[in-house]
């Protein structure tokens, strides 16, 4: 969903991804980024990097390891650090979630992404978008615990002062999944951070893309 809403938040600019959805995080989050590097190819320009939720402390983890390929940093609904005491006391259930999750019928797989609607997309948003959530591909289970595990023990605090790439912020002001603290944390930890605050869940971006694409060319038009 990211890069598909890519040509409305970038219209100028060519835009790739790096498809880590099936990636069991061989090497934790540092091997993710290595191979988001190799992703960026073999072209020395700076690229400006865009990392969502997860994806954004791989997004971190490649600005701070190979800062001279990041000409800035986009970050939507993402952490250097989760600050969410009850997910990390949820690891069993994560647990849980990748055994059954792989196993049960893909509408009772698809009636449990319904439930997660007002979470991820809020209460309001196209039909569109609801047609593109509850079709995603089903996800790796397997993948997704390594990848939750390693999201409550990533902690980018001892590093993130030296991170000083522009850096676009964009949380949600009622995101469950990853709460507006550590988006707010992110921004002041980061020098050379902008934060951007709009109502709604964990995918905000993706519901006010519009908006948000207003913002980036802001953003951006003072970075250039």
Not at 79 to 107: D, I, K, Q, T, Y
Not at 122 to 134: A, D, I, M, N, T
Not at 171 to 199: F, K, M, Q
Request: with cysteine.
């Amino acid at each position: 969903m990211l890069l598909q809403s890519a040509p409305v938040w970038f219209p100028d600019w060519e835009s790739s991804a790096f498809d880590h959805h099936g990636d069991r995080a061989e090497g934790g989050v540092e091997g993710l980024a290595d191979r988001a590097l190799e992703a960026l190819g073999t072209d020395p320009t700076p690229a400006f990097v865009c990392g969502e939720s997860f994806g954004g402390t791989v997004a971190l983890t490649l600005a701070h390891r190979a800062p001279e390929r990041v000409a800035g940093l986009i970050l939507f609904s993402t952490f250097g650090w989760h600050p969410s005491n009850l997910a990390r006391r949820g690891v069993g259930a994560l647990a849980a979630w990748s055994f059954l999750g792989g196993r049960v019928p893909m509408p009772m797989y698809r009636t449990g992404r319904l439930f997660s609607l007002p979470s991820q997309l809020g209460f309001r948003f196209s039909p569109e978008l609801f047609h593109e959530y509850v079709s995603r591909p089903r996800a790796d289970m397997n993948a997704y615990r390594t990848k939750a595990e390693l999201s409550l023990t990533f902690d980018a605090r001892p590093w993130l002062g030296s991170i000083d790439v522009p850096t676009f912020i964009l949380i949600g002001r009622w995101d469950p999944v990853v709460p507006a603290s550590a988006g707010r944390e992110l921004a002041r930890r980061i020098p050379n951070a902008t934060l951007h605050t709009l109502g709604g869940g964990h995918l905000v971006h993706l519901v006010h893309a519009e908006r948000v694409r207003g913002l980036l060319a802001d953003w951006a038009r003072g970075v250039r």
